[in-house]
Every structure is written in C-alpha cells, then in structure tokens.
Nanobody
Framework: QVQVVESGGGLVQAGGSLRLSCAAS????????MGWYRQAPGKQRELVAA???????NYEDSVKGRFTISRDNAKKMVYLQMNSLKPEDTAVYYC??????????????WGQGTQVTVSS
C-alpha cells in the first residue's frame, strides 16, 4: 500500500514561518509531480505550489515570493517552506502526489491534511 503523510502544521503569528513536510511510503516505483493544496473554511481546495520530478516549480500568485516548495526524491519527500505568513493563509494544507506503484500505473494520492492557522 502507498501512504502520503503530512506534518508540520500549527499556529503561528502573522509574519512568522512554518515548514510543512510530506512523506510518501509503501510500494513505490517512482513519484512524478508532487504538490501542496489548501482548503479554507467555505472555500474550494486550491493549488498552492507544485514541483515536478525534475524540480520545475509553480506557485499560486498569492504565495509567490513567500512560499518555497522543494523535494528530496531519494527520501520520497516534499516540503513547503512558508514565510511571511498572513491570516489569509489559514487553511488545511494537503499533500498531493502522483505515484507510480510497483504495478507501473500512476495513481494520485492525498495526505490527510495538516492545519495551518495564522493569527493576526
């Protein structure tokens, strides 16, 4: 079985920083794109940042210059460094990964989510 597990959320004051981590484990052949999404109360889930296996990144406009996504292919992990946090960044953050299992078929996996709360 394949699992994707996030960690690193919490409560922080505006202007502060948090680092989210996401680890993939199980019967994995390779991992394609990985990304972070977020969902605030009453809003749709949105893409925050994504990174390809080769390291190409893209960001949602409101986080550009503040958030940095990175990955460690050997460790099967993806990270989201969040700086200069704002109250509007408050949401549940989800890790997403396209993982090729030992069946050589790509599947999309989601983590369980981690709460990020930014106080003003």
């Amino acid at each position: 079985q394949v699992q994707v597990v996030e960690s690193g959320g919490g409560l922080v004051q505006a202007g502060g920083s948090l680092r989210l981590s996401c680890a993939a484990s199980g019967r994995i052949s390779s991992i394609n794109a990985m990304g972070w999404y977020r969902q605030a109360p009453g809003k749709q889930r949105e893409l925050v940042a994504a990174i390809t296996r080769g390291g190409t990144t893209n960001y949602e406009d409101s986080v550009k210059g503040r958030f940095t996504i990175s990955r460690d292919n050997a460790k099967k992990m993806v990270y989201l460094q969040m700086n200069s946090l704002k109250p509007e960044d408050t949401a549940v953050y989800y890790c997403n990964a396209e993982i090729v299992g030992t069946d050589h078929v790509p599947h999309e996996y989601w983590g369980q989510g981690t709460q990020v709360t930014v106080s003003s």
